[in-house]
């Protein structure tokens, strides 16, 4: 069962996204499901990720905007925070009281996070320090 | 065949079955042709049913009918099952069956009323719905049912109106009820004409499309103001029942010169020149603002209606919680809210009241439990 909440607020960021996109992210849903979009993250300029475009992929869940997206990395990045998989460690993409996901954030916020976690990584909190996965 | 000697097998393959099968109905034998083929004579699985004057029932009980193939060990057996199945639904459908008498009586009546008066009409004879127009051109609809026991049952009507009517004192007269309700639609012409100015001159947010049976409007003062006005359909000239809904210092400053002047009704000039007058203002129209101008979306689910489902009905709901911190007075639809703080274990919980934090600002937020 899908939340009643989540078809207008999903057809409501689709469109914020499309109308006022976040600087050097493009984001654009799945022809077939609505539920399934696709993202671009440009590599900001004077860091290792400069000219690059990274594609990641994003699964709505049912529960949503009650629950985070789920985003994965589907180009392969070197990033202490993002494992070979393309999962991605951010407090922002899990539940509380593990995370600190809430329905005040969206998935133009949540890309905008991971673009700075691109320029900014975070070492306190790696996922590959030497391929050592984190305990979620 | 044992149980059943009017069905036996077309030849030695003993794939192809035909005969009759006797049904038991009100005391009353019927044989009805039925032609059974095997595609596997060893496998009753395998097995179809046809029969031209069953074909509706055996249609309607596809499911019930392929369950007890997979859970039968022969034909026979199958067959027992089959005759108690059928016997049991043919029962239950001549029991919803008007007998002639009541049919002529009912079209009698239709003649007496009119039939341009009458739509929906199932072939059944079951429910219809009337059109009756009252003294003042008003169109209303009564949806009528009419009960398969008519000798102990009364019709069942279902009328758009602000009251509730118990129909048991009726005669099941088509022209009878017409002249009751008749009566009962222009008791309320003064009702629906206080609604009907509003509806027009005013912005009304909720509800949306309001059947003639709702008795409340709720209008936009100003931005991010409405006021919830409850007429009394028997008084509808009287001070309604109001509340206003918005951001704290705006409710504030409206409830105070409502109270200051409400001595100032006057029962001689409708509800809208009224509130015009008292709160001396011109009501915003909807051509020359939207929504968002008004009110702010729900944070939750991003828009300003939220489609619920209520008693078989769709119903939209606008937010009705907001955020006490001034700078934040974020809006919510309370389902919202409540889902979301119901979710986190870091939300307290105490008597008939959740505490947890704004997703915007993190300031408390309270919610009683409904």
Known sequence: MTSPQLLSRLKREIQMLEEEPPHGIYCWPSETNMRHLHAQIRGYEKTPYENGIFKLDIRIPDRYPFEP???????????????????????????????????????????????????????????????????? | MKDFPLISPCDYTLKHYVGFIQLFINNEEHEYPIEIKLDDPSNIKTATIYSEKLSNLLEDNKKIISQMLQNSSDLNTFLIDL????????????????????????????????????????????????NINDSYNRNHKLDLIFPYNYNTEVIQIKADIPEKIDNKYF???????????????????????????????????????????SNYRRIIIEKKCSINIQVNPNNPRSFPIYQFMGSDDLVQKWTMILINKQHQWNINISIYENLKKILNIEFPQKEKMSLSDISDACGICY??????????????????????????SQPYHYK????????????????????????????????PIN
């Open chain 1, 69 to 136: 997206p789920h985003i994965q990395f589907k180009t392969p990045i070197y990033h202490p925070n993002v494992d070979n998989d393309g999962r991605i460690c951010l407090d922002i993409l899990k539940l509380p009281p593990k995370g600190s996901w809430k329905p005040s954030l969206n998935i133009s916020t949540v890309l905008t996070s991971i673009s700075v976690l691109m320029q900014d990584p975070n070492p306190d909190d790696p996922l590959l320090t030497e391929i050592v996965s984190c305990v979620y």
């Open chain 2, 171 to 213: 005669i099941n007269e088509l022209s009878k009820i017409v002249d009751f309700y008749k009566n009962i639609f222009d008791k309320y012409n003064n009702f629906w004409s206080q609604l009907e100015e509003i509806d027009k001159k005013t912005w009304v947010i909720e509800p949306l499309n309001p059947p003639r049976s």
């Open chain 2, 303 to 328: 828009s300003h209606y939220l489609t619920i489902e209520k008693d078989d009905k769709l119903e939209k709901l606008l937010p009705d919680k907001q955020c006490k911190n001034v700078k934040c």
């Open chain 2, 336 to 367: 919202c809210i409540f889902e979301w703080l119901r979710s986190l274990t870091t939300t307290k919980k105490s008597f008939n009241y959740l505490y947890g934090k704004c997703p915007y600002c993190e300031e408390m937020i309270t919610l």
């Open chain 2, 83 to 130: 005759k108690d199945l059928l016997e049991k639904k043919e029962i239950l459908l001549s029991s919803k069956k008007y007998p002639l008498k009541y049919i002529s009586k009912m079209i009698k009546e239709f003649d007496e009323i009119g039939w341009d008066k009458i739509s929906n009409l199932k072939s059944d004879l079951h429910s219809l719905t009337l």
